[in-house]
Every structure is written in C-alpha cells, then in structure tokens.
C-alpha cells in the first residue's frame, strides 16, 4: 500500500472543521475534487467523476463489460488473447 502522506487526528478539542463542502485540490496536481463529486479508486488509480457525467461513465463501462464478455468467450474457446483484444477492446 502506498500513500502520499500520514498524519494524525488529535483529540476533539484540538480538531476543528476549516471547511464543508469546498473543493479541494490534491497536492502537486492540477486535479480538483468538488464537492458532491464521486471517487472510486483500487490498486490501478483514481477516478474522479461528476455527478453530470455518471450516466455517459457507466455507459462507457457497460461497452468495456460487454468487450470483456465476448474476449472471454473467445478465449475460452482457444483464440489467442492478443486477437481476441484487438478485435473486442481496440477503437474502431
């Protein structure tokens, strides 16, 4: 597991909110996280989605769901991965 940074949150009486609902920017980036933005992130990356782009998102990740349906099915069936990719997964 890797991080950026660690710290600490100190007992109640020394933590006070500085803000709510503001954007904030993650350091050395240009990337500004707003609020009522969604976050997703695992092992590969991050990705930060506006609420008014999650319908155009999720349709990109059905078209990559239905591309890995059909790899897999090729590749059960003995077709080489690389083919099977190339045909399913690359732009047309």
Do not use: Y
Not at 11 to 16: D, E
Not at 24 to 52: F, H, K, L, M, Y
Not at 67 to 85: H, N, Q
Request: one cysteine or more.
């Amino acid at each position: 597991m890797l991080a950026k940074a660690h710290g600490t949150i100190g007992q109640s009486p020394f933590t006070r909110v500085s803000a709510v609902e503001v954007p904030i920017q993650i350091a050395g980036t240009r990337v500004v996280v707003n609020p009522w933005d969604i976050v997703v992130a695992d092992e590969d990356g991050v990705v930060v989605v506006r609420p008014s782009m999650v319908a155009a998102v999720l349709a990109e990740v059905e078209k990559g769901q239905e591309a890995d349906a059909k790899c897999l099915v090729d590749i059960k069936a003995g077709r080489a991965v690389a083919e099977a990719f190339r045909e399913h997964r690359s732009k047309k």
